[in-house]
């Protein structure tokens, strides 16, 4: 009897380190601003969801701007260990989406357009009324964070799950400046969150600290084009003004990630971004299921990189 009281105290001892261990190891998504582009996150997702070992993909943290912070909250409405569902979810309305289920023109023609913004997007605010279920979301064991700008205060506002308005906190998210209209949420005006926070990765690291987590890994979603080399020697106004605004809009994907790289450099970070260049001009929607698939090879690429780094550690 004394051989058996023995074994189960180790056996317990044993349980109990492998529930402290768990709870020190925190797993977090990121998915960055996107516009159609968040089609491409899908494709990473899935690519990670069915080649990575499960325990890999169980995040149990995840934030989002623009595009991202609908991505977010679609896998927000899945509990952790049901990373398939969510999979499957997320992949699904992308296939399904199309330009006319997030924006019209005004009916209202030019007068409406000087006065709020190049197109109405109420068709997006009833497709996500029609998929986004605020209390899976609310109740999921997931933490989820989104972002948006506030343009009265030009700060950036976070909203988590448990926002009574998350439908509106995630238009507020993803009113591109311009061509979106501005959305009033509890007595402010909002944009997208991707003006001042285009990846929110320090997000997800912060939140896994507030668990207590001393070993972070994000999985990143960024959404830039790849590293070209292009020689402008002879190129004129036009071209040099493209290939320009080009490498803002790179750096601007990549400040984030550089920032938390540095605040917290013991957080494992695992970039994802498009080997080549994605089809379509952001706000098409025309192209999912090909980014989608690009999205899943660059996800698979990703995960033998590093598996050969491992193996050669």
Not at 6 to 33: D, E
Not at 75 to 84: A, I, L, R, W, Y
Not at 201 to 223: F, N, P, Q, R, Y
């Given at each position: 009897?004394?051989?058996?009281?023995?074994?189960?105290?180790?056996?317990?001892?044993?349980?109990?380190?492998?529930v402290?261990?768990?709870?020190?190891?925190?797993?977090?998504?990121?998915?960055?601003g996107?516009?159609?582009?968040?089609a491409?996150?899908?494709?990473?997702?899935?690519?990670?969801?069915?080649?990575?070992?499960?325990?890999?993909?169980?995040?149990?943290?995840?934030?989002?701007?623009?595009?991202?912070?609908?991505n977010?909250?679609?896998v927000?409405?899945?509990?952790?260990?049901?990373?398939?569902?969510?999979?499957?979810?997320?992949?699904?309305?992308?296939?399904?989406?199309?330009?006319?289920?997030?924006?019209?023109?005004?009916?209202?023609?030019?007068?409406?357009?000087?006065?709020?913004?190049?197109?109405?997007?109420?068709?997006?605010?009833?497709?996500?009324?029609?998929?986004?279920?605020?209390?899976?979301?609310?109740?999921?064991?997931?933490?989820?964070?989104?972002?948006?700008t506030?343009?009265d205060?030009?700060?950036?506002?976070?909203?988590?799950?448990?926002d009574?308005?998350?439908?509106?906190?995630?238009?507020?998210?993803?009113a591109?400046?311009?061509?979106?209209?501005?959305?009033?949420?509890?007595?402010?005006?909002?944009?997208?969150?991707?003006?001042v926070?285009?990846?929110?990765?320090?997000?997800?690291?912060?939140?896994?600290?507030?668990?207590?987590?001393?070993?972070?890994i994000?999985?990143?979603?960024?959404?830039?084009?790849?590293?070209?080399?292009?020689?402008?020697?002879?190129?004129?106004?036009?071209?040099?003004?493209?290939?320009?605004?080009?490498?803002?809009?790179?750096?601007?994907?990549?400040?984030?990630?550089?920032?938390?790289?540095?605040?917290?450099?013991?957080?494992?970070?695992?970039?994802?971004?498009?080997?080549?260049?994605?089809?379509?001009?952001?706000?098409?929607?025309?192209?999912?299921?090909?980014?989608?698939?690009?999205?899943?090879?660059?996800?698979?690429?990703?995960?033998n990189?590093?598996?050969?780094?491992?193996?050669?550690?």
């Amino acid at each position: 009897m004394y051989r058996y009281n023995i074994i189960y105290i180790v056996l317990i001892v044993c349980l109990a380190s492998n529930v402290v261990f768990s709870q020190q190891t925190c797993r977090a998504i990121a998915f960055s601003g996107a516009a159609d582009r968040g089609a491409y996150e899908a494709g990473v997702v899935m690519g990670l969801v069915e080649n990575a070992d499960p325990q890999d993909v169980q995040w149990q943290v995840v934030t989002g701007v623009s595009a991202g912070s609908i991505n977010a909250a679609a896998v927000t409405m899945f509990n952790v260990g049901n990373e398939v569902g969510a999979k499957d979810f997320i992949v699904n309305q992308w296939l399904n989406i199309t330009k006319e289920k997030i924006y019209k023109n005004w009916d209202g023609g030019i007068v409406e357009i000087l006065q709020k913004s190049v197109f109405d997007t109420s068709p997006l605010h009833q497709y996500l009324d029609s998929c986004v279920n605020q209390t899976l979301v609310a109740n999921s064991d997931r933490t989820m964070l989104i972002g948006a700008t506030n343009i009265d205060t030009g700060l950036f506002q976070a909203f988590d799950q448990k926002d009574p308005e998350i439908v509106l906190a995630i238009m507020a998210s993803s009113a591109m400046p311009g061509l979106f209209p501005k959305i009033q949420k509890d007595g402010y005006s909002y944009c997208d969150g991707g003006i001042v926070f285009m990846t929110p990765v320090s997000s997800a690291i912060e939140l896994c600290m507030a668990k207590g987590a001393t070993d972070v890994i994000v999985d990143v979603m960024i959404i830039n084009d790849p590293n070209t080399f292009i020689n402008e020697t002879n190129q004129h106004t036009l071209a040099l003004l493209a290939r320009e605004g080009q490498i803002i809009v790179k750096n601007i994907f990549m400040k984030d990630i550089m920032s938390a790289r540095a605040a917290y450099p013991n957080a494992q970070i695992n970039i994802h971004s498009p080997s080549e260049q994605l089809p379509g001009d952001f706000i098409g929607f025309q192209y999912s299921k090909v980014m989608i698939e690009m999205g899943y090879k660059d996800a698979v690429a990703g995960l033998n990189s590093r598996k050969k780094v491992s193996n050669k550690l």
